[in-house]
């Protein structure tokens, strides 16, 4: 989780970001909070006759779409619009690695 946040912000403050490092690894440690309901979400639908994949596919888009568009909006205020997708590409890497991992355990 460190190691991730730690990449994505190093890559926007080398595009241009005016923003310290502490102060992006709080935001984005807050945007994993999606996730976690998901993950737990999951976590229980798993004990009932709910727990099918499509379900789960399903709660873990919600809290990807959500996670990501909230970093996106913070890390988009700091960088100046034509690399704005770079600065974002990381940020979607990151939900996408940990939502990959909720669905494996």
Excluded: H
């Excluded at 490092?21 to 807050?30: A, D, E, K, N, W």
């Excluded at 798993?46 to 959500?66: E, H, Q």
């Amino acid at each position: 989780m460190w190691i991730g946040s730690f990449v994505v912000t190093i890559n926007a403050q080398l595009l241009g970001a005016n923003m310290s490092i502490f102060q992006s690894l709080c935001v984005l440690g807050y945007c994993v909070f999606p996730l976690t309901v998901s993950a737990l979400t999951i976590a229980i639908l798993r004990v009932t006759w709910l727990g099918k994949l499509w379900l789960d596919l399903i709660w873990l888009s919600i809290g990807f779409l959500w996670a990501t568009r909230v970093s996106s909006v913070f890390i988009g205020q700091f960088v100046k619009r034509e690399r704005r997708l770079l600065a974002l590409y990381p940020v979607f890497f990151f939900y996408l690695i940990l939502g990959w991992l909720i669905l494996l355990f």
